[in-house]
């Protein structure tokens, strides 16, 4: 693997994956029904220039190339999992309650309930129908969608719970962040034909880098830079999400650990600014945030290790590492 | 075709589809995670002998059959549409807020509306799984469950219009009703390998079907009997729902219509009792209910001319004939 330029490079090949997947995604959103089509553009901000980044389609398209497929054979398995993860992020950001994303309202909050729900089953059969000619490729996303609502149903009863332990937090990052990634990664080998044991070293490739991904996430929700992240740092604090640097810091046992209880549990409203700005001193103080650190560089170093396992060649390979270069940074 | 003794036949042939699609669905749902896989077996009420009667399924082997397909070939589309029509069961109950199915409590009165969502999406997920294999199959699916996205958009709509068209109206009883029945009996012909207008002659019999059976429904859920139907008779003018025959007589010109439209505009809360016996006599007066029996008729008689075209021989044929009457009978 040669020498790479991270951001740029990444940054560029994200731009590409659009440029290559956006007609395949405009084609399956103009299948749906209206009022359905109409929302489902207002989700992917296409005309705003606020789309998301398509990380999961560039893995793919990435992958594929990098394990000698044809970009183009892959590009309907990265139109299928972009549409399945815009699926989820819809249905999730209704469960959640979430009122934003990328700075607009969210389905749920701009069209109700309802919309959200149907947008969101309408974008998941798209996927399928998207897939349907790889029949290998529509078996690994249904196992990632699974995998989908098992995390997002774990994280949904942590939320009333006071005894989440570290290792089913992590599960539940696992599912639900790291999954689709895995799959993605793996479905990039699929389309190029690549054999079994190079497919299953790309799909550790993206779970470590899913992990890796919400491990950031999570140190950025806490003491990132608003400015910088563009996600507005505190929120999860504020409405007591329990993510990996806070049940970390829950279950370190000691004194900052029974204090960061007391200001976690067992309220019900949101967190003010102070005990926003006390629960982040006590989770670095618990020893959350170093274990954050130390779990990130864990994962990231295991992608890497998967990466190499999978032997993958020319300028794909470059762009792999440049993406996951970018998926574990810290000013992102 | 040769005669037939409709109830019994049918009857009998309905726990055979059952019988033959219980391991294929038991299967699907046992892939599901917990508390998923709890919540959709809930649904299914298997260990309740309280479960649907997979008319769907039904159809999809007995089309097969009559086309001469062996049974065993199509359980995996008999499988797949019931799946798909429990997803399309346990979302729409969310949407509509409808308390109670076959006699208990619906999914999300039972487990909340976020579990009701994830139970939905897992069941649409295994549904793919399930029709992975047969790619034709799974786009025809894809098809019918747009059309129910589409026909239920509709359906919410309508309750807060008041200028709701017959055509329309109708429009949204074949997207809701007609679509999937339709594509049932279609599947069971593209899993039998019959000739295209085979097919296609096929799926016109499922469609008239669906739209005899809503009429029916319709008609029974005005003035049926509870103790005979097993549904609450006046429950759809309680909550003002517009029906087929409902909207026949709002469009009906002249006074009953008139005061019908008093009645069920522009309301919020429910009609109470005396209300919903004046609605129930100004439909029939206005001619909604003789619209609705005519109409019925006439897709009971489309249903059997699309049958005939099909072509079907043997046992197959005479179920296909036994299933239409039952889903047209009057005291179902």
Redesign the interface.
């Given at each position: 693997m040669t020498a790479v330029r991270p951001g740029a490079d990444a940054e560029e090949f994200l731009l590409r994956a659009r440029r290559l997947t956006g007609p395949a995604l405009r084609d399956a959103v103009r299948?749906?029904?209206e009022?359905?089509r109409g929302i489902a553009e207002y989700h992917f901000s296409w005309d705003h220039g606020q789309a998301g980044k398509s990380v999961r389609a560039a893995l793919v398209l990435a992958a594929a190339e990098a394990l000698h497929g044809p970009p183009e054979d892959a590009v309907s398995g990265a139109a299928g999992v972009e549409l399945v993860h815009n699926f989820s992020l819809i249905?999730d950001d209704?469960?959640d309650r979430d009122p934003l994303r990328r700075t607009r309202p969210t389905v749920w909050s701009a069209y109700g309930?309802?919309?959200a729900?149907?947008t969101?089953?309408?974008l998941?059969?798209?996927a399928?129908?998207v897939l349907?000619?790889h029949?290998p490729v529509?078996?690994e996303v249904?196992a990632a969608?699974?995998?989908l609502?098992?995390g997002?149903?774990a994280d949904?009863a942590f939320e009333s719970r006071t005894d989440v332990g570290l290792d089913e937090c992590v599960r539940m990052a696992a599912l639900k962040t790291g999954a689709l990634l895995a799959s993605s990664c793996a479905i990039g080998g699929m389309l190029a034909r690549a054999e079994p044991a190079r497919v299953e070293a790309l799909r550790r490739f993206g779970h470590h880098l899913g992990l890796a991904f919400q491990l950031v996430d999570d140190i950025l929700g806490i003491w990132g830079q608003t400015q910088v992240s563009g996600k507005p740092v505190g929120a999860d604090l504020r409405r007591r999400k329990k993510s990996l640097p806070v049940v970390a810091a829950l279950n370190a046992g000691g004194s900052h650990a029974r204090r960061l209880r007391e200001i976690y549990h067992p309220g019900a409203g949101p967190l003010d600014d102070d005990d926003i700005q006390s629960a982040a001193e006590l989770i670095e103080l618990a020893g959350g945030r170093a274990w954050a650190e130390r779990q990130a560089e864990h994962h990231r170093t295991g992608a890497m290790a998967a990466l190499a396992a999978a032997e993958p060649t020319g300028e794909g390979a470059e762009i792999l590492v440049a993406l996951a270069t970018l998926v574990c940074r810290r000013d992102r």
């Open positions: 299948r749906l029904p009022p359905t249905h209704l469960m309930d309802s919309q729900i149907l969101g089953d309408a998941l059969v798209v399928m129908h349907a000619d029949p529509l078996r249904c969608l699974l995998a609502v098992d997002q149903s949904l």
